[in-house]
């Protein structure tokens, strides 16, 4: 699980650095085979959406970490990253409120990242 958590953290900062809003980390990892950690993001418009994309799949890729499956780039309204241990969710708010990710995952553990970032320093 150190791969997918420093994919993850990656992915986290590359968000951030695009000013990604409300930034959730799930740890699902003891409640779904589909990854360790599911990110939620969202942007303002699609341009930030898809520039968010873009930051995270350079951040991962440049580590070394391929991005499996990429959907919904175009419409820039829900943009899913899959890089196996990590998928990544970057919405519109309109559409992150519609679909609100985070109630239908609520059994994965919330990462405070913020808490995290200071363990680290």
């Given at each position: 699980?150190?791969?997918?958590y420093?994919m993850?953290k990656l992915a986290?900062d590359?968000l951030?650095?695009k000013?990604g809003?409300?930034i959730s980390?799930l740890?699902i ?8 950690y599911f ?11 898809q520039?968010?994309?873009d930051a ?10 391929m ?8 419409s820039g ?5 899959d890089?196996?241990e990590?998928?990544?969710h970057i ?7 519609f ?14 990242m913020e ?6 320093e």
């Open positions: 699980m150190e791969r997918s420093e993850m986290y590359a951030q650095e000013k809003e409300k980390v740890d990892s003891d409640v779904s085979v589909i990854a360790d990110l939620i993001s969202h942007g303002e418009n699609i341009n930030q959406v520039a968010m994309a995270v799949q350079e951040s991962l890729e440049k580590h070394g970490y991005c499996r499956q990429v959907e919904g780039y175009l309204n829900w943009i899913l990253l890089f196996g990590i998928v990544v919405f519109s708010k309109e559409e992150r409120r679909y609100d990710l985070e109630r239908i995952w609520r059994d994965g553990k919330r990462i405070d808490n995290e970032s200071k363990k680290t």
